[in-house]
């Protein structure tokens, strides 16, 4: 239950890729009949995911992830001396590249979110300057699922002729995205986060938005990202994107979202002292974040890790030491409750099995380690 960290890659995605990895391995620039072949499975895919998102497919442009696609958006359109928007709950994709600017000479303005963890679409009209260059506001929340007002944040953005960016990397495959219902210039998705390969993923850059590479080479992804396509990942995105797109329409995502449903009103009603952080905001559908007080929460993803039952913390290994999450805290949590917090994170191919089981695991594993290492909210920084 950890798919906002990844997810597998479904058969029918490994067997589209398959010929790419080995009879057909031609590279997509080559003129002769292997590159050509190439080619036209890199246009297929990118047909496909043009489709989930509602572009053109020119707009489409490969890359390895969400990552650099968040990168390409940040540093592919500012400048010294502009100013950018972004806000304080942002993937560190986002986060750390803004930091980067601020150290060339950007202004950046990191705006606060609610107790439920929405940025207020008015606050970033309020801090819009005449050099403000860039916008960028992601669309679903990693840590709590939280669906920002993006919708409203693009039409300030168009208004105000302000380049807006929205990082949907954890929206893609849960939500319907429609670039043009957005009104954003950028948009990222990242293939592993809905059952395509780890090093996948695309940067949606809207018709006239001129954007500096981040690498230089050759004129690949016209001239916007160089480098030899990745053309076995490219079709198992591809196919990744087509099957999304279906499970958004046939009912599948409304069956993950039932599941999420019982499992956090199931685990809250079994467990004293819980709720749900972001819980009275729009959320996609797999992800619920849960607060468990008096207790240490990565001693409990440990516990449940040993029962098998994969779940990801409120805090992040950083420098060595533990922080709590930049997203629980910024949303108003103490250190204490943002450490005593976990995702949990469904895909389409969890069972309701798996969910019984998850709800027989966590309150056993809450009050054991309740009994054992109680941890008085007071007391720790
Ligand atoms: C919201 C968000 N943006 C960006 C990324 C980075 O994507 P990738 O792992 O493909 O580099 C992630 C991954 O966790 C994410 O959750």
Redo the contacts with the bound molecule.
């Keep these: 239950m950890d798919a906002?960290?990844?997810t597998p890659l479904l058969p029918e995605v490994l067997d589209t890729m398959r010929p790419w990895l080995l009879e057909n391995f031609g590279n997509a620039s080559s003129i002769h009949q292997h590159g050509q072949q190439a080619r036209a499975a890199v246009e297929h895919a990118r047909e496909s995911v043009a489709m989930l998102l509602n572009c053109r497919e020119s707009e489409i442009v490969f890359t390895?992830?969400?990552?650099?696609?968040?990168n390409l958006a940040v540093f592919g359109l500012v400048k010294p001396g502009d100013h950018v928007i972004t806000s304080s709950i942002?993937?560190h994709?986002?986060l750390h590249a803004a930091e980067r600017l601020q150290e060339r000479g950007v202004d950046v303005t990191f705006l606060p979110v609610s107790r439920d963890g929405r940025v207020d679409p008015e606050d970033v009209r309020r801090e819009l300057r005449s050099n403000t260059r860039l916008i960028s506001v992601?669309m679903?929340?990693?840590e709590t699922g939280v669906i920002q007002p993006i919708q409203e944040i693009g039409r300030i953005a168009q208004e105000a002729d302000i380049w807006f960016h929205t990082?949907a990397?954890?929206a893609a495959g849960k939500i319907e995205i429609d670039v043009k219902a957005i009104g954003c210039d950028l948009l990222?998705i990242?293939?592993?986060?809905m059952h395509a390969p780890?090093?996948?993923?695309v940067l949606y850059v809207r018709r006239g938005t001129r954007i500096e590479p981040l690498f230089f080479g050759g004129a690949h992804e016209r001239q916007r990202r160089p480098g030899t396509e990745n053309v076995a990942g490219i079709v198992g995105l591809g196919k990744a994107a087509e099957l999304s797109a279906e499970a958004l329409r046939d009912g599948t995502m409304d069956r993950v979202a039932s599941l999420r449903a019982r499992l956090e009103h199931d685990i809250v009603a079994r467990v004293e002292d819980c709720s749900v952080n972001g819980g009275e905001a729009p959320r996609v559908p797999n992800t619920t974040n849960l607060q468990f007080d008096n207790l240490e929460g990565e001693a409990l993803v440990i516990a449940l890790d040993l029962k098998g039952l994969a779940v990801s913390g409120g805090s992040a290994c950083m420098s060595g030491a533990t922080e709590p999450s930049h997203v629980l805290t910024a949303m108003g949590l103490v250190s204490t409750r943002a450490r005593a917090s976990l995702r949990f994170s469904l895909t389409k191919l969890n069972t309701e099995y798996e969910v019984n089981a998850a709800l027989e695991l966590v309150p056993a594993a809450v009050s054991r380690l309740r009994e054992l290492a109680p941890v008085n909210a007071g007391t720790l920084g």
């Design positions: 906002n960290a990844t390895s992830g969400g990552t650099e696609s968040d942002e993937h994709a986002v992601m679903a929340n990693n990082d990397v954890q990222s990242s293939g592993h986060k780890q090093g996948t993923g």
